[in-house]
């Protein structure tokens, strides 16, 4: 059983500990909340009336060509320009050094014309090789999932709709394999477009974009089984267009984020256990309440029913999921009890007794789905300043500091760094494939050119230090005498008022998992359908039987 998270000298429930919800298996069994951030985006869309439309799409029989998707909002509109290449099968690689895509996009500030258009298609299909402007806030490629985007083009052209099951049994007619914004390339910086309401909120223009690209996709499929199959070619159902989502292959490149970024993570979880908190001490529902809530519960059972993977871990972790859903549909049902004075909390304390840690982070999910009155606001907490050198106050004591590693740290003064296990990965970048990677410290070359992400290890050096100074002197006297922690100390300052800022774990422990950073970072983008192909990489869908912009004026579904 998991220990309870209650704060016993209050009625309302405290929000769960940092040693107990940033643990990597926890952390790993994350799903999508209305908090994230493609669902608050698409709540805005809809909220301010957003219009949509396709200014180009001129593309020939074999599908290649250009397209422009654009978004009008209550002040900007935005576009999406899309390009379609015609790929070779032994060209095509998720790899981030490929040099070739089936399609490739740029995601524009405003509506280009076509002299943006003609500079755009000299650099956009060339990726890292070309140069993009201050007009463009994002850069970004996707391949085609080759045999279901095959199934659906021949399905359609011969007039029938594709099969359900093989479109449950990948999820996405395209994934990418990169989206890069935030100064990339001479993209926009970050900086001059965070002010923007619409924009405000964390990878929003990012969000649009892939957005966008799944409508492109679906366009695609459809034009390319027209000029197939001519008059008797069908469309693509829409019900079975919402159900894909964009793909996305992400490996071991996003995990770091997590761990250079410790404000920008405690922004998000500590918007995440807020909003739990706050809905595990409401009152009991209202029947709308109730109701959302079985309908949540049953929405999730649908999505655990199309989820698939193929990787063992996952496959045990979804057995896990359905039975725990099932469970708690048949708890709802005559949920609450008579009399309960905190009937969200009894629900979630059922579940932190009964449920796999799966199971759990879903009941989170679909607890905040009734109660959006509750926690949207907390999406406006989701962004973090991060300087770029945080100052270190030298004058702090070593006693002061001993005592702030020992409150905050406790968790990674607990490993044995004697213990071989414990160092038994590094993470380093690879000369080769410029790509993150973790090697094997007493099996491989190259623990030199190690990445500084082992936090627990040097904190704990640190600490180890510390105690064996003066306690009464200062921290500058100490770290002109032992320099080399002075990253600890300074990351232990930076993160005193943000305790979710760190993944409370040794992160170079040889049983880690990390797939389970990526995937909770994933979560709060919006992804589902996370399908393990190894430890270390991950497939995901994004928008997922979500609307696409042509419905969202219209969509009376939750967001």
């Known amino acids: 059983m998991i220990g309870t998270s209650v704060d016993p000298a209050s009625p309302t429930p405290a929000p769960r500990p940092p040693e107990m919800a940033m643990r990597l298996d926890r952390m790993g069994s994350a799903h999508p909340t209305r908090l994230s951030f493609l669902r608050i985006m698409l709540r805005r869309m809809r909220d301010e009336g957003w219009r949509f439309d396709r200014a180009l799409f001129d593309l020939d029989s074999r599908g290649v060509g250009r397209a422009v998707y654009c978004l009008h909002g209550p002040v900007r509109s935005y576009s999406l320009v899309a390009f379609a290449h015609d790929l070779p099968d032994d060209m095509r690689t998720d790899r981030v050094i490929a040099t070739a895509w089936d399609a490739t996009f740029a995601f524009f500030d405003g509506v280009p014309e076509t002299a943006d258009l003609d500079r755009l298609a000299a ?3 060339l990726q890292e090789a070309g140069r993009v402007s201050t007009r463009e806030l994002s850069l970004s490629r996707a391949n085609r999932s080759v045999r279901l985007f095959s199934h ?47 924009l405000a909120a964390p990878f929003q223009a990012e969000m649009m974009s892939v957005w966008l690209t799944r409508a492109f996709t679906v366009d695609l499929v459809n034009h ?19 159900s894909l989502g964009v793909g996305n292959s992400t490996g071991l490149g996003m995990a770091p984020f997590l761990v250079r970024h410790p404000r920008l993570l405690h922004a998000w979880a500590a918007a995440r256990e807020t909003a739990l908190a706050r809905v595990r001490g409401k ?52 949920w609450p009890a008579p009399g309960d004075p905190q009937p969200w909390n009894s629900l979630w304390l059922w579940g932190e007794a009964h449920l796999s840690l799966e199971g759990q982070e879903a009941l989170l999910s679909i607890l905040l789905e009734p109660c959006g009155a509750l926690v949207d606001d907390l999406a406006r907490d989701l962004s973090a300043r991060e300087a770029p050198a945080w100052p270190i106050d030298g004058a702090m ?35 080769e494939k410029l790509e993150p990677r973790l090697g094997e410290r007493f ?9 500084p992400l082992g936090i627990a290890h040097r904190v704990r050096l640190a600490d180890d230090a510390l105690g064996a100074a003066d306690p009464e002197s200062t921290l500058a006297a100490f770290l002109l005498a032992h320099p080399e922690h002075r990253m600890a100390i300074r990351r232990v300052q930076m993160l005193a008022d943000c305790p979710y800022g760190e ?54 579904g939750r967001l």
């Not at 990169?178 to 926009?188: C, D, E, I, N, R």
């Not at 099996?443 to 990445?451: I, L, N, V």
């Open 123 to 125: 650099n956009v299909p």
């Open 443 to 451: 099996a491989e070359a190259g623990a030199e050119r190690e990445m």
């Open 397 to 431: 004591s070593v006693a002061a500091m001993r005592e702030a590693i020992a409150t905050r740290y406790g968790w990674a003064l607990r490993y044995d760094f004697t213990d071989r296990a414990e160092l038994a990965r590094f993470w380093y970048v690879s000369e």
């Open 503 to 556: 993944i409370a774990e040794n992160l170079l422990g040889g049983g880690i998992l990390p797939i389970d950073m990526m995937r909770y970072k994933l979560a709060f983008f919006g992804a589902s359908h996370f399908d393990p192909r190894s430890d270390k990489w991950v497939r995901i869908s994004l928008f997922a039987g979500l609307p696409g912009p042509e419905e969202i004026g219209d969509y009376d």
């Open 283 to 334: 009152a009991a529902p209202t029947p709308k309440e109730r109701a959302a809530l079985c309908e949540a519960v049953e929405d999730a059972r649908e999505n655990a029913r199309h989820w698939h993977s193929e990787h063992p871990l996952q496959q045990e972790k979804l057995r896990a999921l359905r039975a725990d859903l099932a469970a708690a549909a048949d708890l709802i049902d005559s």
């Open 224 to 242: 390319l089984a027209r000029e197939r199959g001519g008059d008797r070619a069908a469309r693509l159902d829409a019900g079975l267009a919402r």
């Open 152 to 198: 659906v083009v021949s399905a359609l052209a011969e007039g029938r709709q594709p099969d359900r099951a093989e479109l449950d049994a990948v999820g996405y007619l395209m994934r990418t394999t990169a989206v890069y914004g935030s100064g990339k390339f001479g993209a926009q910086d970050r900086a001059a477009i965070a002010g923007r309401p619409e």
